[in-house]
């Protein structure tokens, strides 16, 4: 097994590319034009990935569909976070069978990080024999060479090698947005926390070179896009494995120096690599959104050894204490476990201390979930299932009445937000998002989405803002 990360070289890439135009001469010759229907599970990183699968469709001559019967390619791209998020997607591939039926011509792909799990590509090999081609995240780069292959001969695919992983450059995308717009820096993660299955499905760290990201945001912001986000599952390492030194405050500040009016976001940040030098960093680049999501994961020391997350609550509330002092508005939002193997109530107790020491704007709440492979499976976990529920629900309560309150702290005032789309709310017509990112809903006209504009807040819940647009 290739234990080194590699650049794909150009030549490759491009030879993809020819097989795209191979494909798109066989479906130009199709009685009508034929279409991809894209589902997308998981996080932002797999939200950018199908970003790019649907880019390499494009250019096969697909168009694209949201109804599975009008799809003559479904490509389902999953992730293997927790067993809920499993679940779903094999009941939902499970029904594929019947839409299959009625078009045998259908083509159905399931990618991401799933799939790069040894158990359950075996299981879709055995199990789920309607599903055409099976490609992990280190194959996505050469999903046009596997589109071309099935139409060309029927049969199944498996791609799903266990690697260190690889950076391809010059994939195209097709972006879901206009407003917003995400930018994968680095991929794969080193940190094996003990519960965690990324680094097993994703691939050792590796940094895109500083001038590949950097013209993407450029070409972002000329484009228009108003709201940019760095993605990488550790962006504080960002750098470690390239020739020449740079750290992730470094590029950020690289890409606040680039023309346009714009926010950069970033996530996520891991606390123990999470610097002074990148606080300072935020505070003076004003295109930095004052926002910064840190996962904590547990409050208490015993757990978070055991989760071999390298920090202790001491280190953490000291770079959060830090970070308000240089951004006293700062927006906080953090991840938590609750029912690690062996955590106690007592111990849960601890991350409650450090929701009220640190007061996050929001919170992104889980009951731990075994997956294989990883040691916090092999853990002893006693603690029934009715108890780990009535500590997480404590959580999500104490949360909510910290989240109303600081929510009902922006009323009255008018704050510069971003309109970023319409609201599914009939009283409201528009969403905006407030530097920090928190949902605001607008009463205003549809033409303005996708500009700056100052909105002052009305009326606030624990979920969100509402408010009008006020005059610049
Ligand atoms: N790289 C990011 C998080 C990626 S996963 C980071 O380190 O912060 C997003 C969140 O899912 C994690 O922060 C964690 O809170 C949660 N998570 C990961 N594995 C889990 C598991 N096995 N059970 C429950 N929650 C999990
Ligand atoms: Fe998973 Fe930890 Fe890596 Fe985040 S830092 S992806 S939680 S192993
Ligand atoms: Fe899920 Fe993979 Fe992201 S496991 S959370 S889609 S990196």
Redesign the pocket.
């Known amino acids: 097994m290739n234990r080194q990360t590699t650049t794909i070289p150009p030549a490759d890439v491009e030879r993809q590319l020819a097989c795209c135009r191979e494909v798109a001469q066989l479906t130009s010759q199709w009685p009508q034009q034929p279409l991809a229907f894209v589902d997308t599970y998981g ?1 932002q990183q797999n939200e950018a990935d199908s970003e790019r699968i649907r880019g390499y469709l494009r250019e096969m001559g697909f168009g694209f569909t949201d109804d599975e019967e009008q799809a003559r390619i479904i490509v389902i791209n999953t992730c293997a ?3 809920h998020a499993e679940q779903r997607v094999l009941g939902n591939v499970g029904a594929l069978v019947h839409v299959k039926r009625r078009h045998p011509e259908q083509l159905i792909c399931l990618c991401g990080c799933m799939m790069q799990e040894p158990h359950v590509a075996q299981k879709i090999r055995q199990s789920y024999r309607h599903v055409d081609l099976v490609f992990g995240p280190h194959a996505l780069w050469k999903f046009p060479e596997m589109v071309r292959d099935l139409l060309q001969q029927r049969g199944r695919i498996f791609s799903v090698a266990d690697e260190a992983g690889s950076i391809a450059e010059g994939i195209p995308v097709v972006r879901q947005d206009k407003v917003k717009a995400w930018v994968s820096i680095m991929y794969g ?1 080193n ?1 094996f ?1 003990s ?4 680094p097993y499905v994703r691939g050792r760290e590796r940094s895109r070179k500083p001038e590949d990201i950097l013209a993407e945001v450029r070409q972002l912001a000329e484009e228009g896009y108003k709201d940019i986000t760095l993605l ?3 962006v504080n390492s960002y750098g470690k494995d390239l020739p020449e030194p740079m750290d992730f405050a470094d590029l950020l500040r690289a890409v606040n120096a680039i023309p346009g009016d714009f926010l950069i976001r970033f ?4 606390p123990k690599d999470a610097t002074h030098k990148l606080f300072e960093t935020m505070a003076q680049c004003e295109k930095v959104a004052p926002v910064l ?3 904590f ?1 547990a409050g208490n020391d015993r757990i978070l050894k055991a989760m071999n997350r390298r920090h202790t609550r001491q280190e953490y509330l000291a770079k959060i204490r830090d970070l308000k002092a240089l951004i006293p508005d700062i927006v906080l939002t ?4 609750v029912g ?1 193997p062996g955590e106690t109530t007592e111990e849960f107790e601890d991350t409650l201390k450090v929701l009220e020491e640190v007061r996050f704007d929001a919170l ?8 294989v492979g ?1 040691p ?2 092999q853990m002893e976990d006693s603690m029934p299932r009715e108890e780990k529920l009535k500590n997480f629900n404590r959580l999500v309560e104490l949360q909510d009445s910290i989240s109303e309150e600081k929510h009902a702290a922006y009323v009255g005032k008018t704050v510069r937000c971003l309109i970023d789309g319409v609201s599914d709310d009939a009283r409201y017509d528009l969403t905006a998002r407030t530097p920090g990112n928190r949902l605001v809903r607008v009463v205003g006209p549809s033409q303005a989405v996708g500009q700056f504009r100052l909105v002052k807040i009305t009326d606030s819940n624990k979920w969100s803002l509402y408010g009008e647009l006020a005059e610049d």
């Open positions: 996080c976070i927790r067993e993660c940190n926390c519960y965690c299955i990324v990488g599952q550790n996530m996520t940040s891991h999501h840190l996962p994961q953090s991840d938590i476990i690690f992104f709440t889980f009951i731990f979930s075994p997956r990883t916090a499976a």
